[in-house]
């Protein structure tokens, strides 16, 4: 006898534009939940976005550790990676490409300094569509 059947996917119901509390989900696709245009309303007015460590970006091919050291005082997490189409947990010590989608929590007040390393992906270009 195997483990019971979820009653839907997460991705089935990202779908629908709201999730109820009751609903069994077994996993969540981290990108078509940043694709799906759901506003999370999160603690202390952060935001759930998408950035992108671009080709002249001081932090590339540096630490993740580098990215907190240069913009230490704000408040922000970085919650996944994506490389190529691997998502990875970050890890002090993870190497930032070029090209790397960086998924992160943060408070608006991080976005114009954290321009200088990483470019805002714009939700109505799609840009979390495409690959690097």
């Known amino acids: 006898m195997g483990a ?28 078509r939940l940043l694709r799906s245009h759901i506003h999370f309303d999160l603690p202390g ?13 001081p932090v590339a091919g540096k630490p993740l550790s580098s990215l907190y050291r240069e913009l230490h005082g704000y408040d922000f997490e970085v919650i996944a990676i994506t490389r190529r189409e ?9 190497i930032l490409e070029r090209g790397d989608r960086v998924t ?3 408070s608006p007040k991080v976005r114009g300094p954290l321009g200088r390393f990483l470019v805002p992906l714009k939700e109505e270009n799609h840009a979390l569509d495409r690959t690097p």
């Open 86 to 94: 691997h998502v990875l947990l970050p890890h002090p010590d993870t």
């Open 4 to 31: 019971p059947r979820a009653k839907g996917t997460a991705l089935g119901l990202l779908g629908r534009r709201d999730i109820s509390l009751t609903d069994d989900v077994g996993h969540l696709d981290l990108m």
């Open 45 to 57: 007015h952060n935001e759930l976005f998408g950035a992108l460590v671009h080709d002249s970006s």
């Open 104 to 106: 992160l929590i943060a």
